[in-house]
């Protein structure tokens, strides 16, 4: 079976004027045959997520007009326009909405679904996308448009503005993506209002950035992130915030926005994979965005200079958003607007800066976790995602169930490139359950064929055994396939395992079940609103590679060798202690590296030298 949303990397995608036209050219001519006597676009399946969706329709079709002035257009915008103003705006508080500071404000709002008190928790985005349609139109509104019509969308942008940062808690769902694109909002409605309303507008969608938005966010692998849902990033919304933050830098030409809209950026391009696949969020596992993320990763990709367009979408929602019988929807109509107006090519080459939470070279990439643990490994188009035991997630060493990879201290970090290669050697202090404080030292080499991951460790008493990894999924052409099986060799005896144990929290790769919904089948809250990473810690045990200590290591160490991806023939490691008994040489069919010991060195930094 294949994963069903992570398909082709977005910056596969043709973005030439031509083939933008030809979208834009479908897009008209469905909302032609779409449109209702009374000027309704949304398509005729359309029941949540509605509130703002003809109104999308309509900023495509005046987009559409602006570039090639087709004669059919005028009419349908305006009759469309009208529609909106007349029949989806509201201005009473929906029954059951949690979120309001101001009871009959009065003020309007967009509905997420438009039955009264049916489902009012989404009206916040709702009324923010609604905003965005509204300035999109507006913005292609000259010529187009009467004077009474463009008088009453700049009043109703204006008032969604103030409904969203003044009758209601700002961004209740603590969505980044959705905070910052009402930011982007208020942004490119000042550009419309009278000299004295544009400045107050314009400074106060600044302060709410600086002061909602900027200043909650958290930490992760080093980076400050736009909280998402609860958590540092979603895989489906991270992505939609990083092209809210390039449209803010676009409109505004603040710094500020081009600086987070990096640190999102180079973040995102630590935690790819070199193939595009990723997984994690606390709103979504597997599922990813497609055309809401293309002009962020091409903006910001371009600006950090690196190929993060190698992100793999959703090719069904390549262009724009679209119901299961693939109609065109007005959801999110204005990121399409976004990308065609900004003309940044793709940067389609790997940056060649070392970074911490990342090794990668070729087709092989390593993606490490807070903890310097990888948390998704990729070797000859595989990935491998942490395997679990007793209720403990990660690779490393395991003894008598207990996983040694949870730092107690600090983790160092060294690179080294050679004659073809790229390694990184990881060292941390560990715990285990004796309280005796050890240090595992994790050396991870690359080809860009191959991975060679060596891990070394103060003997240990027992039947010790590396914790190697879950291999989960393959490419397969331009779709991603469930596996459970992957090539990987290692110097000591190797199996793969699966649980005995059955329910949610026993994964089995055997199976058909993915990991996104076992994660929200652990998750505490129904699928869409609960923490899928969270649900996902709940695992007790999975499928996993579990490989024996290589032979021939030094007496006091446990040394594990595993290779990941094609081999040439035998794999067998060689060990050796340097004279301090702290060093220790690697030799492999492929390389040969000298790794230390923070304990022992000078400057406490761990040496690290390889050749091939």
């Known amino acids: 079976m294949h994963l069903l949303h992570q398909r082709g990397p977005l910056h596969h995608l043709p973005d030439t004027p031509e083939a933008y036209d030809a979208v834009l050219a479908d897009v008209v001519e469905q909302a032609l045959r779409r449109i209702t006597p009374d000027g309704n676009l949304e398509h005729p399946d359309c029941h949540d997520d509605i509130g703002d969706t003809s109104l999308g329709i309509t900023s495509l079709l005046a987009f559409a007009w602006q570039r090639g002035k087709d004669l059919r257009l005028p009419e349908a915008v305006r009759r469309s326009l ?27 709002y967009a509905r997420y679904v438009l039955e009264a008190g049916a489902h009012p928790i989404g009206d916040w985005p709702s009324t923010a996308w609604a905003l965005l349609q509204a300035v999109n139109v507006l913005d292609a509104a000259d010529g187009l448009v009467d004077d009474e019509q463009r008088t009453a969308l700049v009043e109703l942008a204006h008032g969604y503005w103030r409904w969203l940062t003044e009758a209601t808690f700002f961004n209740p769902q603590e969505a980044g993506n959705q905070a910052i694109g009402c930011v982007v909002g208020g942004l490119m409605l000042a550009r419309h209002l009278p000299p004295e309303e544009r400045e107050l507008v314009r400074t106060r969608a600044l302060r709410v950035y600086g002061d909602e938005i900027r200043a909650h966010r958290v930490s992760d692998r080093g980076a400050l992130l736009p909280p998402e849902h609860g958590g540092a990033y979603d895989n489906n919304y991270g992505p939609i915030s990083l092209s809210f933050l390039a449209q ?90 976004w990308q065609i107006q900004d003309t940044t090519p793709w940067h389609r080459t790997p940056s060649t800066e070392a970074a911490r939470h990342q090794l990668r070279a070729g087709t092989v990439s390593v993606a490490f976790d807070d903890r310097m643990t990888p948390s998704l490994v990729e070797a000859d188009g595989t990935y491998y995602l942490p395997a679990a035991v007793n209720r403990q997630h990660g690779f490393g060493p395991v003894l008598d169930g207990f996983l040694f990879c949870r730092p107690m201290g600090e983790v160092r970090v060294r690179d080294a490139r050679a004659e073809g290669l790229t390694a990184k050697l990881v060292t941390k202090p560990v715990v285990g359950r004796d309280h005796v404080l050890r240090h595992i030292r994790s050396l991870y080499v690359t080809d860009g064929t191959r991975l060679w991951t060596t891990v070394a460790v103060q003997r240990l008493d027992g039947a010790p055994y590396l914790l190697a990894g879950l291999p989960y999924a393959a490419d397969d052409g331009d779709r991603v396939r469930r596996t459970a099986e992957g090539d990987v060799t290692s110097a000591g005896a190797l199996r793969l395992t699966h649980p005995t144990g059955e329910g949610a929290d026993h994964f089995d790769a055997r199976s058909e079940l993915t990991q996104q919904e076992a994660a929200f089948a652990l998750a505490a809250d129904p699928r869409g609103y609960g923490n899928p990473d969270e649900g996902w810690g709940h695992l007790v045990t999975s499928t996993a590679l579990e490989a024996e200590p290589a032979p021939g290591a030094p007496e006091n160490l446990h040394v594990f060798a595993v290779r990941y991806g094609p081999g040439a023939g035998e794999f067998a490691p060689a060990f050796e202690t340097g004279e301090d008994g702290l060093t220790l040489t690697v030799r492999t069919e492929a390389f040969t590296a000298v790794i230390g010991d ?4 000078a400057d406490a930094e761990p040496e690290l030298t390889l050749r091939a």
């Open 248 to 337: 803010a830098h676009i409109v505004s030409g603040e710094d500020v926005f081009a600086e987070d809209g990096e640190a999102l950026a180079r973040y995102i391009d630590a935690r790819l994979t070199n193939g595009g696949f990723d997984n994690g969020g606390p709103r979504y596992s597997e599922q990813h965005s497609a055309f809401e993320s293309v002009l962020g990763l091409r903006y910001f990709g371009s600006r950090i200079g690196s190929d993060i367009g190698r992100y793999r979408g959703d090719s069904r929602w390549a262009r724009h958003a679209v119901k299961p019988d693939g109609g065109a929807d007005g959801h999110f109509a204005w990121m399409l607007v």
């Open 82 to 108: 009208a529609f909106h103003l007349r029949e989806r705006v509201y201005t009473e508080d929906n029954p059951g909405y949690p979120n309001l500071k101001v009871r009959n404000s009065g003020l309007p």
């Open 598 to 601: 923070p304990a022992g060195d």
